[in-house]
């Protein structure tokens, strides 16, 4: 019913009125018949000028220069600086396939190994020596900083082949052993580098956390022969080499027979790897000395704290060996080829026929989370290091020293099984071998050892695989007697140890301490059931032994074996209890991270497969979920959450479907999270499961989409792919997640934005997938969630939200379903619905309106939040504009009316847009907005303007959400119209969808201004949407926006001139300095724009605030600025300056084709029209290219054709402010806008001459006379030159058109020219003056003087001058200029009889008024129009100016005019206003009266001398009037260094007395400046007239000053030849007035006496205590400084010495006893000044100055003493102090102070 009676209206009201373009752009009227007759005569004109230049003006049309102007653009948004700054790489986040980890790389090659003891080997030599026994060389990294081993060993043979032959028998017996194979599927791998690994000399070694700390340390070792010390001996100590060598070599080949198979240390050398922490590598560095390995010490312990020690050498004392080791280390090639793992399995490129392999060595990773990476490669390998035995202790065996232990992996423990091939061999044997003994230490009972024995773990274990040590003693004997050579065997067995692997099925061990037994029966496993074993010493741990797993098979935390030994046994069909699961999914919470990060990809994949087929037992998908959300958040915390991203891109698959019962896993997720999110219990599994949404959303999106393929639903309808049990999952998901978003933002503000992020990505991803209408209603369920009035933060959640669903790929389908993909011109009536934001509009366009309403509400919230909004739409609207998808023009117009309500919601702000310091905003770009602007109120919308943007909601539910949360809804009816792949269903849920809550309703009362940032971008994105739309959509829009709005849309573009305005390159490069300064110590998101955010790196980068929103770019910016960056900056600047002016010229043409009447109205009068010439204006104020001024100046060109009544018909305003602008081009240094300006000034004077009937160009012509002079004053005319240039062009145009011979136009043309060039002579002059204010005012005052009877041209000139005073600050004398103005119009409106005041009213304001009442008439009066309204606005200005210049008591004077006026308008709000201020002056009085503290200017008398520099000036003097307390030498300073940079310093002279000056005695080479401080002088009359201060500084034109001298000659001497001067002098005008400096008219001296100037003196000495002590609020200061002067004074000065020298008994005769009895009486009244002042003080001080007082008023008794000893009289007696005067003073200052009349004494007696 509501819909029926709504629209009803709407038919009612649409027949009622008549159509919006009837009214508007109906019939033309008579005026608009008249102009176009006018307009065609002028071009016909034209066309017979036959000059070349005019006949291609005729020419010109409105289709030529739109045809013009589209040549050659631009996108707007591709010339904006921030999006060329956009870099597109890395928009697609690169997540990587799972891989294997490396640190710093680098490649260790072993070349030689040589010690001094040198030989040949074999019998015949050949060759060069060579060592005379082999040594084995093992390479390792250790780490001193963490005090551990970090790399396995790399074992390096370097012995040449004859030293190799030595030990030929040895290998030959280690390779006939009998061994059991475990790698039959590796032989042909292994077969294949297995003869290359025989002696390998180069290692890739791997280095995660390098520092300088890390040392690779090499140890050699040699056969076992004896002990270190005997054996290193003869390399120490040989005093004959060849002999020591032939021994050596002789007692070697005897060992290397028997022994060959043991060794034993010999040496150790080391050397860093590193240069720095940022794993620079030490390529240059060279090993150390080869040190003696001391037989102590061998551990690896051992040896770090060697190196603890290595770089202060004097601090360890090692035995070197001498010789050297030559190992190269250097960075790991890229292209290196033929490498095999740590496990010799060969890495591509790996060639067969190659000679030498490089092998990677293990690096034993630090346990640390941020180290760690999962496994991706097969190792299965465990290092066995046998660290020591205690046989010292043991009774079993008689020997047992040189012990050698043997490690074996072993299968079983039966008495012949045999050992395990899969021990990696050492170089000269086999790859693998069945055992590997350490190396023996000579006569040690108790040997450390330090070898890595590295094990091959087969993949499958069993209880029965187990380590056995097997320990020998080796006998170091040679016997060389054959007969005892049977007796002797070389090793004899003396103990067993054996570790098993498993311990409850899993790896256990790293560090253990076995006993050792000394047999080996059957069964020793089980040594507990088998009573044969003999244990040594007692079964006591002998042996201890340390292991290292590097396994990606095998896992040592218990927990986690437990976890994957439980899923094998579900996987295998075993019956497991959900219990034991459970308890096994929470004991994964106990797991370490770096363990977890390890098997990560297992650990998930079991926990997503556990999570889907264990749907029934909800306690296990909930603990399985528990242990996602757990993972998950370690792998963030750590920063590793590149290996969740990895996961769910390479190795996630969903749960297929296995019957109709089971579940998906994205449905058994979803619920899960569901129940997660209801559970109020653990807030902090919440927490987590917020933060880090994306994984989980993401695992959902990725089943949704792998359930769709495989079981190939993509080609089903969309509403049929899921079931709706999964859509009500997913709506209880979000209603779930909503309460924690809205209402825990505050105390989970980083959780509650991700979650709001993540969930947005994940609906946005639902819409490629699911029913699109049921994926609206979550985007509106979601919105709905927001209040009315929510906090910022939601607020930006809110935008957030919005910015990640329009950022879908196919956003624009989606928001225009029907028409869209068709390439077609639109028609305005197919766009209807999207002239405004309507319910309609909405209906069809879902998700823009959502935007854009959110975004106008958006525009009325806080800095922050309408940056925020602002940057979702910008960013939008960049997006499609440079979508490849959408390049045609169509397509982009169609775009553009999606977004044509836009347009009406800048309209709504545009009073919140305005120009400012363009530097501001370079300052405070986005990522700096900050703080808000000053705040305003106006109405939210006009009541016109309701229905585009008031949502018509009515319908408010609440909804009650599952968990107990609730939030209000309000709903709005509509649907959607779908295309024809949308189901019917789909349709049913799009027409729901629309039921939203918009907040967009929300009323703020208090608006604050966008600043420069928001505004320019709101501009752009408008000039965007209006140059795109098709024009008569345009046009179509316009036509419905009221008429009050048009102004505001023409605004708006007169803004955009502003806003995009050319600065200049230098001007760039500043800003970007200061720019640069102010951000490049912050971090660098507040110097870049957002980050990616697109398809995968949307769900998986983190939130980071509104503030850094963007389209998935980065700003670049760089920590410098290059002079191209600068170049590039400036040119991209200047072409956008230039589009945007031409976009503004297109639009501004649309809209005068579609008003022409409406701007035509009242001769061009009306604010339609105002606006639109004042943008014509503003392309000229600001700054524009050549390119532009050219389009620009044809559009003026056809502006005056089109409308010539509104210039030359209506008001002189449009005229005169477009002759100004004109005239300044015609300066313009560039000689295309001086030509193409002067054409216009020419065709302006010709078609006001047309307009006239050929009569006169009379407006033009004063116009143009009052623009020069204008300018002139303004000192803007530069260029005179080039200036005159433009007026030859203009007369030669006039002589040049045949159309105008025999008319007076070209006559008049010459005339007009002649008069400018006449006025153009004061030009040179005010440059010349132009940084002397009181001359260039004074050139200023004599053209206006000049100009009496213009009244107009006046003006002009006394404006001028008031704008030279405001800017120096001189606002008195800008108050008077003001005032002048007003007599100047109310004398002409009075020649009118239009007001009845004349300038007379102004003879108390200035007596310098009678200067305005000469105004005559001329032959320019009749188009002067002043009115009464004009008049209010100068008055106005007056009150204001006097206001400033601080002079309130003539605003009065001033208001008795503007009151009748407006009382008789009754405009009594402003009659509330005036009063206002009057009272505010009338309080301003008050305050200076009773302060004191008003200056109103300081006066100083000027003189000029020398004729070669000051010419006419020379011997003028003036008075100059300076602002307040200006000094004597602040004013000499001043006018010393103005004429200095005028004359030259060395050539002008302060004259520094103030004797009159003698021209003739001064140098003539020398300009002399005279500068005298006077006072402003009144006699009595006028001192009785004049009480008040301000009487006293207003309408003055006499001034004293005084001048010193003697009779002598001297300035100054004794008291009784003491003379003075006082000089009087009088001024042309008086002040203040329209200048700061009066010429001197008149000047009067008198001489004073000795006498005299004694009896002038104590007047004034007097006066001025009297009026100190009279003031209603004291100054102690000045009170105690001026008592001081007259009672403290030296001997011979001060009042005792005037009364010594003229009032002394001897010398008083000498003077007339007239001024005698003067002085006495003088004396009298100053003793009781002093009195009074005394007593005033004593009241006014505290104790600390009582001492201070009683000074004070000692000497005032001794003064009095000796006054009155000197004229014979009691000077001050008890009558007196009782004195009337003395009385009331006292009681006045009582009464004003507060005390009471007893203080530190009686006031009657405190003086004496």
Avoid at 653 to 664: P, Y
Avoid at 1373 to 1401: G, P, Q
């Amino acid at each position: 019913m509501d819909e029926w009676i709504v629209t009803l209206k709407k038919i009612i009201q649409s027949n009622a009125e008549p159509p919006v373009e009837e009214k508007r752009n109906g019939a033309t009227n008579e005026t608009s018949h008249d102009d176009e007759t006018c307009s065609q005569g002028m071009m016909e004109s034209l066309e017979r000028s036959m000059h070349p230049e005019l006949m291609k003006y005729a020419r010109e049309t409105e289709q030529l220069n739109k045809m013009n102007r589209s040549d050659g653009r631009h996108k707007l948004f591709s010339l904006d600086s921030e999006v060329q700054r956009l870099d597109f790489s890395g928009i697609e986040p690169d997540v990587k396939p799972p891989e294997e980890k490396f640190g710093k790389r680098f490649l260790v090659t072993c070349h030689d190994l040589c010690f001094n003891l040198v030989g040949h080997v074999n019998d015949r030599p050949q060759g060069s020596p060579t060592n005379v026994e082999p040594f084995f060389v093992t390479l390792a990294l250790f780490d001193v900083k963490h005090n551990c081993k970090i790399s396995a060993d790399f074992h390096v043979d370097l012995n040449p082949p004859s030293v190799r032959e030595m030990l030929s028998d040895v290998a030959a017996q280690t390779s006939n052993g009998e061994t059991k194979v475990m790698f039959p599927k590796k032989s042909s791998v292994y077969s294949l580098v297995e003869p290359l690994l025989c002696y390998p000399q180069k290692g890739i070694f791997s280095v995660t956390n390098p520092h300088p700390d890390i040392y690779l340390v090499a140890r050699i070792e040699k056969v076992l022969q004896g002990s270190i010390t005997q054996c290193a001996e003869p390399y120490i100590k040989n005093s004959d080499p060849a002999k020591t060598s032939q021994k050596v070599l002789k007692a070697m080949k005897q060992v290397c027979g028997k022994l060959g198979r043991y060794r034993m240390p010999f040496a150790w050398c080391a050397r860093p790897v590193f240069k720095d922490m940022q794993g620079c590598l030490d390529g240059e560095g060279r090993f150390s000395p080869l040190y003696k390995q001391e037989s102590s010490k061998l551990s690896n312990e051992d040896i770090l704290k060697l190196l603890a020690d290595f770089k202060r050498p004097e601090k360890t004392k090692l035995q070197v060996i001498p010789g050297h080791i030559d190992v190269r280390v250097e960075c790991v090639p890229a292209d290196i080829s033929n490498s095999v793992t740590s496990s010799y399995v060969p890495v591509k490129p790996f060639k067969e026929d190659c000679d030498n392999v490089t092998v990677e060595i293990e690096e034993f990773v630090p346990e640390a989370a941020k180290c760690s990476y999962p496994y991706t490669v097969y190792k299965n390998h465990l290092y066995v290091y046998p660290m020591n035995l205690k046989y010292d202790g043991q009774k079993a065996f008689a020997k047992a020293r040189n012990i050698a232990v043997c490690v074996e992996f072993k299968d079983s423990d039966l008495e012949n099984a045999c050992p395990l091939k899969n021990i990696y061999g050492k170089p000269g044997g086999p790859l693998f071998t069945t055992s590997a003994f350490a190396a023996v230490t000579h006569h040690n009972q108790n040997p450390d050892f330090y070898d890595e024995i590295k094990i091959e773990l087969p993949i499958y274990l069993h209880e029965k695989h187990h380590l056995l040590f097997t320990f020998y003693h080796v006998s170091c004997e040679l016997n060389t007697k054959p007969a005892n050579k049977k007796k002797d065997a070389v090793e004899m067995q003396v103990g067993y140890a054996w570790f098993q692997l498993l311990k409850n099925g899993r790896l256990a061990f790293s560090e253990v301490q076995l006993p050792v037994s000394a047999n080996l029966p059957s069964g020793y496993l089980n040594h507990h059931s088998v009573p044969d074993i003999k244990w040594v010493d007692g079964s006591k741990p002998l042996f201890k032994v340390r292991s290292h797993l590097v396994s990606t098979v095998y896992t040592q935390d218990h927990y986690l074996h437990d976890f994957f030994h439980h899923c094998q046994m579900i996987k295998s069909g075993s019956q497991a209890t959900p219990g034991d699961l459970v308890k096994h999914l929470k004991c994964l919470h106990g797991v370490e991270i770096q363990v977890m990060i390890h098997f990560l990809p297992t650990i998930l994949a079991q926990l997503f497969h556990i999570l889907a087929t264990m749907t029934k037992e909800e306690d296990v998908t909930i603990n399985c979920l528990r242990v996602l959300i757990y993972i998950v958040a370690k792998c963030h915390e750590e920063g590793l959450d590149q290996y969740l991203r990895s996961f769910l891109k390479y190795v996630f698959r969903a749960n297929k479907l296995t019957n109709s019962q089971s579940k998906t896993t994205h449905e058994v997720l979803v619920f899960a999270m569901t129940a997660i999110f209801k559970q109020s219990a653990d807030f902090n599994v919440i927490n987590k499961l917020l933060k880090y949404s994306w994984f989980f959303f993401e695992a959902v999106i990725k089943s949704m989409a792998q359930n769709l393929l495989e079981d190939n639903r993509v080609k089903l309808p969309r509403n049929q792919r899921f079931p709706e049990s999964y859509h009500h999952a997913l709506r209880s998901l979000l209603l779930a997640i909503i309460p924690h978003i809205t209402i825990r933002y505050g105390e989970i503000h980083e959780e509650s934005r991700n979650a709001n992020f993540n969930l947005a990505n994940f609906i946005k991803r639902s819409l490629t997938l699911m029913d699109r209408g049921f994926t609206f209603q979550l985007v509106n369920d979601y919105i709905c969630g927001f209040g009315l009035r929510d906090p910022k933060v939601l607020i930006e959640y809110k935008f957030e939200f919005l910015q990640t669903i329009c950022n879908h790929e196919h956003y624009i389908p989606l928001n225009l379903p029907l028409t869209f993909g068709k390439i077609k011109s639109y028609r305005v009536q197919d766009s209807n619905l999207e002239l405004m934001l309507s319910e309609d509009y909405c209906k069809y366009h879902f998700l823009v309106g959502l935007l854009l309403r959110e975004v106008a509400v958006g525009l009325r919230d806080s800095c922050h939040v309408r940056h925020a909004a602002i940057a979702v739409l910008k960013n939008l609207i960049i997006k499609h504009t440079f979508d490849d998808r959408y390049q045609h023009k169509n397509q982009q117009a169609r775009i553009a009316l999606l977004y044509l309500p836009l347009l009406t919601v800048v309209l709504e702000n545009v009073q919140r847009m305005e120009v400012r310091d363009f530097a501001s905003f370079y300052l405070n770009m986005p990522n700096s907005a900050s703080g808000d602007d000053l705040s305003f109120n106006f109405p939210m919308t006009s009541p016109q303007r309701e229905s585009f943007i008031a949502d018509k909601d009515t319908a408010c539910a609440s909804t009650t959400i599952q968990n107990g949360h609730r939030f209000k809804r309000e709903d709005s009816k509509g649907c959607l119209v779908t295309d024809a792949g949308m189901s019917p269903h789909e349709q049913g849920d799009a027409s729901e969808c629309l039921r939203r809550r918009t907040s967009t309703e929300s009323t703020v009362q208090s608006l604050y201004r966008l600043n420069q940032y928001e505004t320019r971008t709101l501009l752009l994105c408008f000039l965007h949407i209006a140059k795109t739309i098709p024009e008569d959509s345009l046009s179509a829009y316009l036509s419905k926006v009221p008429p009050p709005e048009l102004v505001n849309f023409l605004t708006i573009l007169e803004l955009c001139l502003y806003h995009f305005k050319y600065m200049g390159r230098k001007h760039i490069a500043r800003i970007h300095d200061l720019w640069m300064s102010k951000h490049h110590t912050t971090d660098k998101k507040s110097r870049t724009m957002p980050v990616a955010r697109s398809r995968a790196g949307l769900i998986q980068g983190r939130p980071q605030g509104l503030a850094n929103f963007g389209i998935s770019f980065t700003l670049n910016h760089g920590s410098g600025t290059s002079e191209a960056d600068i170049v590039h900056q400036s040119l991209l600047e200047s072409n956008a300056v230039t589009e945007v002016c031409l976009t503004v010229l297109d639009i501004i043409s649309i809209f005068c084709q579609s008003f022409k009447t409406q701007l035509l109205d009242s001769d061009g009068h009306n604010p339609l029209m105002k606006k639109i010439f004042d943008i014509h204006l503003t392309f000229l104020k600001v700054g524009q290219s050549e390119v532009a001024l050219k389009h620009v100046f044809a559009s003026m060109r056809a502006f005056i054709n089109k409308f010539p009544a509104a210039f030359f018909k209506g008001r002189v305003t449009m005229c005169a402010s477009f002759c100004y602008e004109v005239l300044k081009c015609c300066t313009s240094k560039l000689n295309s806008t001086r030509s193409e300006a002067a054409a216009l000034l020419y065709l302006l004077m010709r078609n006001n001459f047309e307009y006239t009937k050929r009569k006169t160009f009379l407006r033009t012509h004063l116009q143009i006379i009052i623009a020069v002079s204008q300018l002139i004053a303004d000192v803007s005319l530069t260029g005179g030159s080039r200036f005159q240039e433009s007026l030859s062009i203009i007369n030669n145009f006039a002589n040049s058109d045949k159309a105008m011979k025999g008319t007076s136009f070209p006559t008049e043309v010459k005339d007009l020219t002649k008069r400018i060039r006449t006025v153009l002579m004061a030009t040179a002059q005010m440059k010349e003056h132009e940084k002397d204010p009181e001359m260039l005012v004074d050139l200023q005052y004599s053209l206006a003087k000049s100009y009496a009877s213009t009244p107009e041209l006046r003006r002009t000139w006394l404006e001028s001058m008031a704008k030279v005073h405001v800017k120096n600050g001189d606002f008195s004398e800008a108050a008077m200029c003001y005032v002048h103005v007003v007599a100047l119009v109310i004398e002409f409106l009075n020649k009118r009889k239009l007001f009845h005041s004349r300038c007379s009213a102004f003879k108390k304001i200035t007596a310098n008024i009678d200067e305005e009442s000469t105004v005559t008439e001329d032959c320019g009066i009749q188009d002067i129009h002043y009115s009464e309204e004009v008049l209010v606005e100068l008055l106005e200005r007056c009150v204001d100016g006097l206001w400033k210049a601080e002079r309130y008591e003539l605003i009065s004077d001033i208001s008795k005019l503007i009151i009748p006026i407006y009382e008789k308008r009754r405009e009594f709000e402003k009659l509330t206003d005036l009063y206002r201020k009057l009272h505010g002056a009338y309080t301003k009085i008050l305050d200076v009266m009773h302060s004191g503290k008003r200056l109103l200017g300081t006066y100083f008398r000027v003189a000029f001398y020398g004729q070669a520099f000051f010419e006419e000036e020379d011997g003028k003097e003036y008075i100059y009037k300076e602002p307040k307390l200006t000094r004597l030498s602040e004013i000499s300073q001043r006018l010393l260094t103005l004429y200095s940079e005028r004359f030259g310093a060395e050539n002008v002279k302060i004259i520094q007395d103030s004797n009159k000056v003698n021209a003739k005695d001064l140098d003539s080479k020398y300009a002399y400046i005279q500068v005298t401080f006077v006072n402003p002088y009144f006699d009595e009359k006028e001192l009785l007239e004049r009480k008040t201060d301000f009487e006293k500084n207003h309408n003055i034109n006499k001034f004293m000053f005084e001048t010193p001298y003697t009779l002598s000659g001297k300035k100054q001497g004794e008291v009784e030849e003491q003379c003075k001067r006082r000089t009087i002098v009088t001024t042309t005008n008086t002040f203040p007035y329209v200048k700061k400096r009066i010429a001197i008219s008149s000047e009067q001296q008198t001489d004073l006496k000795p006498i005299d100037v004694a009896i002038d003196e104590m007047k004034e000495r007097t006066s001025e205590l009297q009026k100190l002590c009279t003031c209603n609020e004291v100054d102690m200061i000045q009170l105690q400084l001026k008592l001081q002067g007259c009672v403290s004074v030296q001997v011979n000065a001060g009042p005792l010495a005037y009364a010594r020298a003229f009032l002394s008994d001897g010398k008083s005769s000498k003077y007339p006893s007239k001024k005698v009895n003067d002085l006495k009486e003088i004396f009298r009244k100053f003793v009781h000044a002093c009195s009074i002042a005394l007593n005033m003080n004593e009241r006014l001080i505290k104790e600390d100055q009582i001492e201070y007082h009683e000074g004070l008023k000692s000497n005032f008794r001794d003064m009095v003493k000796e006054l009155s000893d000197i004229i014979h009289e009691e000077l001050l007696h008890e009558d007196m102090l009782h004195n009337h005067w003395l009385r009331n003073s006292l009681h006045v200052f009582s009464a004003i102070s507060g005390t009471s009349d007893s203080g530190f004494g009686s006031p009657a007696l405190s003086v004496l």
